[in-house]
C-alpha cells in the first residue's frame, strides 16, 4: 500500500513507524495514527483497507491502547462520512478508555474532537465541557488544532469576529508546529464557512454585510487541498460557493454546482442544512425560467423545515430556509405562502440571535474568550 501525503506529519509518522518495526505493539499503535491522518486527507480506501487490518490484529493481540485508537478512528471514519452518525458514540468509547488507562494525549484528543462534534450539534454546554478539558490538559498541538477549530466556529457563530479570528491563528500556530497540513486545511476551510454563512445569512435577513468577493478564498482551500493531497469534505467546498453565487444573483452557475453536488453531499449527512440549499436552488430555478421545478422543489423544502424542530436544530439555517423559500414563493405569485414564510424566518432570526448571545455569554463564563497565550 502506498500512500504518499506531503506533509511533515506524515514523514514523521512513517519514520516512527519504521523505526517500531521490532516493537509490533508500537508500531500498531502509529500505524492507526497514520490511518487517522489519510482519513484526514480523504484518502478514505487506503485509511479503511489499514483499519480492517488492524481491528483484526487486536483481536489476535488484544491491547487496551491500541483499542482506543481504533474506536477514535471509526469515530472519525463515521464523522467524515455522515457527519455524526455514530460517531459521537465512538469517540466517546475512545475517550472512556484512554481515561481509564492513563493515556492522557489520546483522552485530550478525543475531547478536542469531541467539542468538534458538539459544535456541529449545536450542544454548546457539551462543547464548553470539553473544551474546557482540552484547555486544562497538558500542551498537545494536535488537540490543540481541532479544539481551535470548534471554538473558533462557535464564536464565528455568537458573530464576535475578532474572538474567532484569535481562536483560529492559535489553531493555526499548532497545526504548523506539528507539520498537520490536514489540521491547516481544515481549519482554513472551517473559517472560510462561518464568513461564507454570514454573507448569505446578512443577504436573507435583509442586513448590509460583505460582498461575495470571498468566493476567492473558497477556491483558495481545493488549491490548498491539492497542494497536501486531499481533504476528507472535498464535495464541501463546490456547496460553499454555490451558496455565494447564488447571493451574488449568478444563478445559472449556482444551480449548476448545486444539482451536480448537493445529492451526494445530502446523502452523506448533510441533511441538517440540506433544506437551505434546496430552497437555494428552487430559487435559482425561479429566477432561471423553471418556474414549475422551482414550485415543486419549494414545496418539497417546506416540508424539509418541520423536521427543523429539536431544541439543538441549526436555527440560523431553519430561518435561511424559511427566507428564501419567502423569496422564491414571492417570485412565483404566491403570495400567501410568501407571507407566511416571512412571518416564520422573521420569529426563526429571532431565536437565533437569542441563541447567539447565549452562546457568547457561556464561552465568556468558561474564560474561553481568548486562547491561551
Not at 212 to 237: C, E, K, Q, W
Not at 294 to 318: G, K, M, T
Request: glycine share 8%; hydrophobic share 50%.
Amino acid at each position: 500500500m502506498s500512500v504518499k501525503l506531503r506533509s511533515r506529519l506524515a514523514q514523521r509518522l512513517d519514520a516512527e513507524i519504521a523505526a517500531a518495526a521490532a516493537i509490533p505493539p508500537r508500531a500498531a499503535v502509529l500505524q492507526a495514527q497514520r490511518a487517522i491522518l489519510w482519513l484526514r486527507h480523504g484518502r478514505e480506501a487506503e485509511a479503511r483497507e489499514e483499519l480492517d487490518r488492524l481491528q483484526a490484529s487486536a483481536l489476535a493481540h488484544p491491547r487496551v491502547e491500541l483499542a482506543a485508537w481504533l474506536h477514535l478512528a471509526e469515530g472519525l471514519t463515521a464523522y467524515f462520512s455522515a457527519f455524526g452518525g455514530g460517531a459521537r458514540e465512538r469517540m466517546r468509547r475512545a475517550h472512556v478508555m484512554a481515561q481509564a488507562a492513563g493515556l492522557a494525549p489520546l483522552r485530550t484528543l478525543c475531547d478536542a474532537w469531541l467539542a468538534q462534534m458538539a459544535f456541529v450539534d449545536r450542544d454548546f454546554d457539551r462543547l464548553v465541557v470539553h473544551a474546557a478539558a482540552v484547555l486544562a490538559g497538558p500542551p498537545d498541538n494536535a488537540a490543540a488544532c481541532r479544539v481551535a477549530s470548534a471554538l473558533g466556529m462557535a464564536w464565528d457563530l455568537a458573530q464576535d469576529e475578532a474572538a474567532a479570528t484569535a481562536w483560529y491563528a492559535w489553531g493555526r500556530r499548532a497545526a504548523s508546529a506539528d507539520g498537520d497540513d490536514a489540521g491547516l486545511a481544515a481549519l482554513l476551510y472551517n473559517q472560510m464557512q462561518m464568513r461564507a454563512l454570514r454573507i448569505r445569512h446578512a443577504a436573507l435577513a435583509g442586513e448590509p454585510g460583505e460582498a461575495p468577493a470571498v468566493l476567492l478564498g473558497v477556491d483558495s482551500i481545493g488549491h490548498f487541498d491539492d497542494a497536501v493531497g486531499g481533504s476528507a469534505r472535498a464535495d464541501l467546498t463546490p456547496l460553499l460557493r454555490a451558496q455565494l453565487l447564488t447571493v451574488q444573483g449568478d444563478f445559472p452557475a449556482a444551480a449548476a454546482l448545486l444539482e451536480a453536488h448537493l445529492p451526494e453531499a445530502v446523502a452523506a449527512g448533510l441533511a441538517r442544512t440540506g433544506g437551505s440549499l434546496l430552497a437555494d436552488l428552487a430559487w435559482c430555478w425561479a429566477n432561471t425560467g423553471e418556474a414549475s421545478r422551482a414550485r415543486a422543489l419549494a414545496d418539497q423544502a417546506a416540508v424539509e423545515v418541520l423536521a427543523e424542530d429539536s431544541p439543538q436544530c441549526d436555527l440560523d439555517e431553519r430561518a435561511a430556509l424559511h427566507a428564501r423559500l419567502a423569496q422564491v414563493y414571492a417570485r412565483l405569485h404566491e403570495e400567501g405562502l410568501a407571507v407566511k414564510h416571512g412571518d416564520a424566518a422573521q420569529e426563526a432570526w429571532r431565536q437565533d440571535g437569542d441563541q447567539r448571545r447565549l452562546l457568547a455569554r457561556q464561552l465568556s463564563a468558561a474564560g474561553m474568550g481568548t486562547p491561551p497565550r
